[in-house]
């Protein structure tokens, strides 16, 4: 069976919305805000270069596939590997290597197979949707030292109780703390 990886930058209150661009008041808060510090984002190119499939929601899709193609050095293997949009209206998606899953019984099927970890970016919505599902094997995150208030959040709203185990935690100068967490069944 293959593991199931949420990978998200996060507030310090919860916000995920926008952290590169978008529609938030704060997009952009994960570069605006925060000094660069190489080694913090480490676990981004670990994430890509162990992962075997990318899982994306639809509002994700059409943000990352117009841009990711283009950047070559940063998102090699991440382009070349195989992409699945959870998506009920998307059809023909142009980003190489994508495929459409119209529920998450098919992500189930997916996760039953054997492979690399799929790794899933962006998108509250399924993200959450994956939790309430028991399908969500790992979450890494980058906490940003920023409280953005209002936005998508990636817990809350009568998520189910679930207990997680500390993997990996890290503090960087910029403040940053990476936290990896295996979700216990």
Not at 27 to 36: C, E, L, M, S
Not at 132 to 161: I, M, Q, S, T
């Amino acid at each position: 069976m293959r593991t199931l990886i949420v990978t998200e930058f996060i507030s310090l209150d919860g916000v995920i919305d926008s952290p590169g661009g978008g529609s938030h008041p704060r997009a952009g808060w994960t570069f605006k805000d925060v000094p660069f510090v190489e080694e913090a984002y480490a676990l981004k190119g670990s994430e890509q270069l162990e992962a075997g499939a990318m899982l994306i929601g639809r509002v994700s899709y059409d943000e990352f596939a117009p841009v990711w193609p283009t950047m070559v050095d940063d998102f090699a293997e991440y382009n070349a590997m195989p992409k699945y949009v959870v998506s009920s209206t998307l059809s023909d998606p142009e980003w190489n290597n994508t495929h459409v899953l119209r529920s998450l019984d098919e992500v189930a099927k997916l996760k039953e197979g054997d492979g690399a970890p799929i790794i899933v970016h962006g998108s509250a919505t399924l993200a959450k949707g994956l939790a309430a599902a028991g399908l969500v094997d790992r979450y890494h995150l980058l906490v940003f030292p920023v409280l953005l208030g209002d936005g998508k959040r990636l817990f809350g709203d009568g998520d189910p109780y679930t207990h997680l185990d500390l993997v990996e935690c890290e503090a960087y100068s910029n403040g940053i703390i990476k936290q990896v967490y295996d979700v216990t069944r």
